[in-house]
Every structure is written in C-alpha cells, then in structure tokens.
T-cell receptor, first 114, second 111 residues
Framework: KAGVTQTPRYLIKTRGQQVTLSCSPI?????VSWYQQTPGQGLQFLFE???????NKGNFPGRFSGRQFSNSRSEMNVSTLELGDSALYLC?????????????FGEGSRLTVL | TQLLEQSPQFLSIQEGENLTVYCNSS?????LQWYRQEPGEGPVLLVT?????EVKKLKRLTFQFGDARKDSSLHITAAQPGDTGLYLC???????????FGTGTSLTVIP
C-alpha cells in the first residue's frame, strides 16, 4: 500500500512569509502527527490530529498550526516565518493514537527560511 | 533538557565491531520504540518494547527495556556498513498522550 506522502519536499521562504505543508497518511490511518527535526534540537513533537481533532500539542508557539480533513489528510501552517524555523518537517501516520502503536513517517518537507 | 537522553550522541566504528546505544529517562514509559533514520528519509520503526525487562532480537540487533520502564538499550553485534544511520528511541509516558523522541545517536560503520 502507498506510504505517507508529504508535499512539497523542498521549499525556500523568506522571513515573515507563511508556509503550508501537506501530509497524506496511509489509507485507513486516522492519526497524523507532525514533527520538527533540526540538528540542534533533534525531533520535536508539534501536534497530533486524530479523526479531525487535535489530540495534543507540543511546546511550539501559536505561529505553528494544523488541521486534519475528513479524509485524514493533514496540513500544517507556519506563519510569520523566522530563520529558526528552517528544519525538516516530518509527518507520521498511524492507525490509532500515537501513544498506542507504530508510526509511519513520510520523507519530510525541508524548509529553508532566508 | 530532553525527556529521553541517548548516548553516545555520535559513534564511529569499524565493520564487525559490537556497539550499544542507550536511551535513558527519569520518567516511566508505557512503551518504548526504536527507529532508524537514513539521510533524506523519515524514521523507520525497528522494534517496540512494552514490558519491563523485555528483550527482543531482530537479527543482529538486541533491544532491552529496563525493569522500571525508564530506559532502554540497543545492542548491535558485528556491525555492518548498512547499519549506518541515526538511531532514535521514542515513547509515550505512562500517563498522558504525548510522544517523545530521544536525542538520537548517529552511527557510522566504516567498511
């Protein structure tokens, strides 16, 4: 079956702009979670959506937001971009909530903020 | 301070050597997972350990969950260049919904 698909794979933005990243989970998976990965901070949990509801949220400012649609596809948005937002953004899908089973990751969206 | 601390952070060894990676916390986890991430890709699950004291083997990889469910280790026997990658432990606390990743161990196996 198809894996987790993230788009776009690469993007470059400038400070102050906003960006929207998309994640299509594995068919049948209802949980989508988002992570930020940087060399200095490692993998940091952003938020999880399960059946269109945000189930929990990590310690990130309100500029980071997300949503999940009825087909389980998810988007995350970062507004007023800062240089420190440059990172690999990973999405993971799972059949059940993330604290109960295996996560399947996409290849990520690499964001560079200039 | 990260909830899950891994050591060592970097490891470079010769092919055929053995190694152990540690994942430690002061918190109790309901389960712990180990993932491997290769450059340009997302992490891929290697194993999930659930019971305190549990040991699981995956070919040359041996995973152990601490008795108190606060730590875990990954032991690789006779490392091969294909084992090169970033190893991440991850888990859910015994209470709450959040999921935490460890600080990561970057392994390089030299042919």
């Amino acid at each position: 079956k198809a894996g987790v698909t993230q788009t776009p794979r690469y993007l470059i933005k400038t400070r102050g702009q906003q960006v929207t990243l998309s994640c299509s989970p594995i068919s049948g998976h209802r949980s989508v979670s988002w992570y930020q990965q940087t060399p200095g901070q490692g993998l940091q949990f952003l938020f999880e959506y399960f059946s269109e509801t945000q189930r929990n949220k990590g310690n990130f400012p309100g500029r980071f937001s997300g949503r999940q649609f009825s087909n389980s596809r998810s988007e995350m948005n970062v507004s007023t971009l800062e240089l420190g937002d440059s990172a690999l953004y990973l999405c993971a899908s799972s059949l059940n909530p993330i604290n109960t089973g295996e996560l399947f990751f996409g290849e990520g969206s690499r964001l560079t903020v200039l | 301070t990260q909830l899950l601390e891994q050591s060592p952070q970097f490891l470079s060894i010769q092919e055929g050597e053995n190694l152990t990676v540690y994942c430690n916390s002061s918190s109790v986890f309901s389960s712990l997972q180990w993932y491997r991430q290769e450059p340009g890709e997302g992490p891929v699950l290697l194993v999930t350990v659930v019971t305190g004291g549990e040991v699981k083997k995956l070919k040359r990889l041996t995973f152990q969950f601490g008795d108190a469910r606060k730590d875990s280790s990954l032991h690789i026997t006779a490392a091969q260049p294909g084992d090169t990658g970033l190893y991440l432990c991850a888990g859910a606390l015994a209470t709450g919904n959040q999921f935490y990743f460890g600080t990561g161990t970057s392994l390089t196996v030299i042919p």
